[in-house]
């Protein structure tokens, strides 16, 4: 049972539960920084779902648009982690 809770987690609880707390930590600091809290990004999530949903097939291309911006962030950072990983 713990082997496959250690491979589901990808390390050990202990480890694991370490690093979200200090990666929580940091994203608190950062969105402190930025005076955000949790509600104001639980309705920027709500209003982009409402302005979809007011501006119908036009809400489409700026949903690819958001998709590709994102896309273009996250998947080079991605495959850098992953082929950084594969050497070791």
């Known amino acids: 049972m713990s ?7 990808g390390d050990t609880l202990f480890r694991t539960v370490i690093k979200l707390a200090v990666i929580s930590f940091v994203v ?3 969105m402190t920084a930025l005076d955000l809290s949790v509600l104001d990004v ?3 999530i709500r209003d982009f779902f409402l302005r979809i ?3 119908g097939f ?3 291309e ?3 648009a958001y998709f590709l911006l994102g896309a ?3 998947v080079p950072a991605f495959l850098i ?5 594969f050497r070791r």
């Open 28 to 30: 608190g600091v950062i």
């Open 42 to 44: 639980f309705d920027s």
């Open 72 to 74: 273009a962030v996250v």
């Open 53 to 55: 949903w007011d501006m």
């Open 81 to 85: 982690i992953r082929l950084l990983k």
């Open 62 to 64: 700026r949903f690819a």
């Open 3 to 9: 082997n496959g809770v250690n491979r589901f987690l």
């Open 58 to 60: 036009a809400a489409i």
